[in-house]
Each structure stands twice: as structure tokens, then as C-alpha cells.
């Protein structure tokens, strides 16, 4: 099976910057859409960035200009720098994929703490 790992969570202050990877390992299969989430402690996981195969991207209103997603497909990649972060945007962030036949896959995630 399609293991996700991510890595480059940590400690920031507000204003700061940090960058997110997720690599794919195991059974790889064809990967079509990558993309982060996020979950906040009491929150429902939501929707951070997309980015297709081809590379549209698209990224959630609370995060857009501050965030950028990038992908490899030959390393089975995904990455999301983000930028002048706020103490909102504290949460774990989950990496996912989707295949070209449907599967769906989940990282563990990654802790991202913004403060002072």
C-alpha cells in the first residue's frame, strides 16, 4: 500500500515561514490529485490546497497569497510552502493523494504550531 509521510512541521512566531513535503513511498501507484489539509484541536479537517497533475492549483480562501503548493511527479511529491503565518493557522497538516483509479490516501501528519 501508498504509505504518505510528511515532514517540516514545527514551531514558528507569527509572520513567519514554513515548508511542508510529503513523500509517497511503498506501492505507488498512477497519482492524479495531491493536496494538504488541516485539523485543528476541536476543528473538523478542512481543505488547505490542491494541485492536479497537470498543476492547477487551488487553495482556500483563509490561505490563499500566503500559501503555495508545488508537486514532482516523478518523486511522488508534494509540497506547501507557507508564508507570513498566523496563530490560526496552528493545526496538523495532513498530506493526501488520489490515484487516476480513485484510491485515496492519507499521511499521518505533521504538527504546525504558530506563536509567540
Known amino acids: 500500500q501508498v504509505q504518505l509521510v510528511e515532514s517540516g512541521g514545527g514551531l514558528v512566531q507569527p509572520g513567519g515561514s514554513l515548508g511542508l513535503s510529503c513523500a509517497a513511498s511503498?506501492?505507488?501507484?498512477?497519482?492524479?490529485?495531491m493536496g494538504w489539509y488541516r485539523q485543528a484541536p476541536g476543528k473538523q479537517r478542512e481543505l488547505v490546497a490542491t494541485?492536479?497533475?497537470?498543476?492547477?492549483?487551488n487553495y482556500a480562501d483563509s490561505v490563499k497569497g500566503r500559501f503555495t503548493t508545488s508537486r514532482d511527479n516523478v518523486k511522488n511529491m508534494v509540497y506547501l510552502q507557507m508564508n507570513v503565518l498566523k496563530p490560526e493557522d496552528t493545526a496538523v497538516y495532513y498530506c493526501?493523494?488520489?490515484?487516476?483509479?480513485?484510491?485515496?490516501?492519507w499521511g499521518q501528519g505533521t504538527q504546525v504550531t504558530v506563536s509567540s
Open positions: 494541485i492536479t497533475r497537470s498543476g492547477n492549483t
Open positions: 511503498g506501492t505507488v501507484f498512477r497519482i492524479n490529485g
Open positions: 493526501r493523494v488520489e490515484t487516476v483509479a480513485g484510491e485515496i490516501y
